[in-house]
């Protein structure tokens, strides 16, 4: 059985037996400052019951729970990459237990972000689209790249993910959309084109368009292109493994181990602010 070290920070995975959230634990097992202090996924789950960590052949003496309230009573800290529904109940929850909390779960409605802050006035809350470095410095870049190509480039953002992935386009998408048009001085509400087809007329100078792709096992790949006349420039993120969001993550709850409350996103962690 692993033994568990008091003074590390204790970390609640959410959706802990799907693909996210086993690396999530596997990354907090191979941390040598955290500790797994709870498993937590829904109760239909097969892996209710089951240790944590069963699916890497170990026992790690906590087992996936369905129920929040004895598993995040059992955290610092609570990872979440589940749904959007989902995370609401875990964040009300994480409020009252004094819990900080890394949320990586995508497709929040407006209504919604303006719950997450309220929340975060009382508790610490990391919220980000894509918890990668990469991407986060991606974005940097894009950031740049909108401000200096900001007269004659059609910008179109293009995203390919996994046939399970449930919302499009992505969080990460979405927000590199937002980073551009923030850039130029506009609004992705009024300039974004999520999908064209039929006899569209000439393309909006001042749109940003959108495509999606979903198919076979493809974990997050993402590309903002600038067309211009007689130049192409394209700044693209893929990736391989979702490990990259896993050590981000970590990297994120070790940042909020330090405040009490507050809203934070990865520039924040990562010191790009």
Do not use: W
């Not at 692993?2 to 799907?18: D, P, W």
């Not at 500790?35 to 906590?62: E, H, M, P, R, Y």
């Not at 997050?220 to 493994?241: M, N, P, Y």
């Not at 330090?258 to 010191?271: A, I, Y």
């Amino acid at each position: 059985m692993l033994v568990l070290n008091e003074a590390r920070l204790k970390i609640a995975v959410a959706g802990a037996s799907g693909r996210m959230g086993r690396m999530l634990i596997e990354a907090v097992l191979a941390s040598d400052d955290l500790q797994l202090g709870a498993a937590l996924d829904i109760d239909t789950s097969a892996a209710i019951g089951q240790d944590a960590c069963a699916f890497l052949g170990k026992n790690s003496g906590v087992l996936i729970t369905s129920n929040m309230r004895a598993a995040l009573s059992s955290a610092d800290v609570l990872i979440d990459f589940t749904r959007p529904e989902g995370t609401m109940a875990h964040l009300a929850l994480c409020r009252e237990l004094g819990v900080k909390a890394v949320i990586g779960t995508t497709g929040f409605s407006d209504a919604q972000k303006a719950q997450i802050s309220e929340h975060a006035l009382h508790i610490a809350v990391m919220l980000a689209p894509n918890m990668s470095v990469g991407v986060n410095v991606v974005m940097k870049l894009l950031d740049m790249a909108a401000r200096a190509l900001n007269t004659g480039y059609d910008i179109e953002i293009i995203e390919a993910h996994h046939r399970h992935k449930v919302d499009a386009p992505s969080g990460t998408a979405l927000e590199m959309g937002r980073v551009v048009a923030k850039a130029l001085g506009r609004d992705l509400k009024d300039c974004a084109v999520m999908a064209r087809e039929g006899v569209t007329g000439e393309r909006d100078p001042s749109s940003i368009g959108f495509a999606t792709i979903r198919g076979g096992d493809i974990v997050g790949d993402h590309t903002v292109l600038f067309a211009g006349t007689g130049e192409r420039i394209e700044i693209s993120h893929k990736s391989s493994s979702r490990t990259t969001y896993a050590q981000g993550s970590l990297r994120a709850a070790r940042f909020l181990a330090s405040r009490s409350n507050g809203l934070f996103d990865m520039n924040d962690v990562l010191g790009l602010n």
